[in-house]
């Protein structure tokens, strides 16, 4: 059987993507084994496919976290037979790309992100610069480029003239549909996914100030503003109407969505990145039967409109934030269009759909034979 190994920086606790295309890979016929860090150590689900190799490294953050993850992913992979790499994000692509080369097998770079334009490193010139030389030396001549938004492409052409398929994050189809809430007397507020700057969050948060104790928000996830946010809903006293969970496996994210009356992909514009996201939170929500408040950009902002499954917002006021939640919460004529639109949107954006273009590695792996 032929093996794939995908490298990630993670600990694959949390990436529904990796998953996903773990499993198309493994549908194509592929042993596939998995790499990332064990940052931090949480017990594996069950009943997770394919095999993975986490590496127990000596820094958590920073450039040396990132040095270390290279140097034991190189090793990992020159030690190890395979027949394709799939590289997430550029985090291990030197790595992947100089093992590819020394053993002559074929590479799949999957930017799940533009790294160099992450919001991180916009008032980070000498790191931004590091990383967007390393764009530019490690990503030319890889067998096959995949990303997550039209606008990711167009700036992977337009920056480096690479040609990348995209592969959109849709969620696999559910076997129930799910029907939005037409009316409820606690109104649940949703934001699941990374908790770093720029998302909104803090607008979020304080938005509940202009929306009557009926409205809660509960709010999924973790990262590098955790403290902050909870800083900040202790200072407001919204103890009582924030909920933060804590990291969820996706395969329990459900039991939030249940009851969630509107979704948060709120974006500020810190960057190339984030103007062309198309997280997988907006088509997660649109599966689960929620309708979608995001920003006004080009991908996110065009396909809730294009697909009627929710709202746009221009700014991100808390006062503006909340009337449009009040809106999507209290129009019973809106949720009662969206009773018609999300299920259809929910048949359409599926990863059943999206994954086809993943066959396409067959075609390389045989000609590295």
Known sequence: ?????????????????????????????????????????ISKPQ?????????????????????????????????SRFNLIWAVDMDTLPAAKTAALIKRKPIVFDGHEYFSELPELTDRKIIKEIWTKMEQFFL???????????????????????????????????????????????????????????RGLEQAIKALAFLDKSYRLVIVGRGDITEELMQLTKSMNMEKRVNFTGPVPFEELHKFQKNAMVG???????????????????????????PVLTNNFPDMGGIVQKSETGLITEKLEPEVIASFIKEACENTDLRRTWQQTLPKAANQFTWENEKEGIKEVLHHVRQSE
């Open 1 to 41: 059987m032929k093996k794939v190994i995908i490298t990630t920086s993670n600990n694959l606790y949390f990436d529904n993507r990796v998953h996903k295309i773990t499993l198309a890979l493994m549908e194509l016929g592929f042993e596939v084994l998995k790499t990332g860090s064990n940052n931090p150590k």
């Open 47 to 79: 009943n997770r496919p394919g095999r993975e190799k986490l590496f127990n490294l000596p820094f958590k953050k920073g450039p040396l976290f990132y040095f270390f993850l290279n140097i034991y992913t190189f090793f990992f992979l020159l030690f």
């Open 140 to 198: 030319p001549g890889c067998n096959l480029y995949f990303t997550v938004s039209p606008g990711l492409v167009k700036l992977y052409k337009q920056n480096l003239n690479l040609d990348f398929r995209l592969l959109r994050n849709f969620p696999l189809r559910r076997h129930e549909i799910n029907i939005p809430i037409l009316m409820a007397e606690e109104k649940v507020i949703l934001y699941q996914g990374v908790l770093n700057k720029g």
């Open 264 to 290: 948060l992909a709120l974006h500020e514009n810190m960057g190339l990145n984030y103007f062309h996201a198309l997280p997988n939170r907006i088509f997660d929500y649109i599966q689960a039967g929620i």
